[in-house]
């Protein structure tokens, strides 16, 4: 009991010297910080004022039109026919003179996308993709359009 008592005095008296080799302030020496690194100059630097530059241009470039067997009635069509084949788009994307039109089944997914031929020309569906709505997959595009046909 009495070597208890010893061994909690001596705890006891430990905790006042430990408390006085710490150091109340963060920081390290004078002027630096608790890893003894000086603080960074914080003084404002003035930043010349620049104007924005548009992007280049190259001028137009045609597309080049996908020429897949089966796919002949939609390649070629613009906006208005695609609606007409398909019925109204689930997705309409524009960007510039670029559209998606995106068309969906249970079947699969059907992605047109429509560029004009010519400067200035009306876009029209130049390039189609195709995937299951399950998971994603790649399907058979002439046969994802033909099952999206409205009857």
């Not at 089966?70 to 009635?73: A, C």
């Given at each position: 009991?009495i070597i208890?008592q010893?061994?909690r ?5 430990a ?14 020496p004078?002027?630096t910080?608790a890893a003894?690194?000086?603080p960074v100059?914080q003084?404002?630097?003035a930043?010349?004022r620049?104007q924005?530059v548009?992007?280049?241009?190259f001028?137009f ?8 067997p089966?796919?002949?009635?939609v ?5 208005i026919?695609?609606v007409?084949l398909?019925g ?21 997914v059907l992605?047109?996308?429509?560029y004009p031929?010519t400067?200035?020309?009306t876009?029209t569906a130049?390039f189609?993709?195709?995937?299951r ?7 058979d595009?002439?046969s994802?359009?033909e099952?999206l046909?409205?009857?």
């Open positions: 009991m208890i010893v061994k005095g001596i705890a006891l008296c905790i006042p010297l430990l408390a006085a080799c710490a150091s109340t302030s963060p920081a390290g004078r002027g910080d003894g690194i000086p100059n003084r404002a630097v930043v010349p620049t924005p548009a992007p280049p241009t001028g470039r045609a597309p080049k039109v996908m020429n897949v089966g796919l002949e009635g390649i070629g069509q613009t906006a026919g695609l007409g398909f109204p788009a689930r997705l309409d994307v524009r960007e510039g003179d670029v559209r998606k039109l995106q068309f969906a089944g249970q079947a699969c992605d047109i996308y429509l031929v400067s200035g020309a876009p130049t189609v993709d195709a995937r709505s399950s998971d994603g997959l790649d399907v595009r002439t994802c359009a099952a046909k409205r009857r």
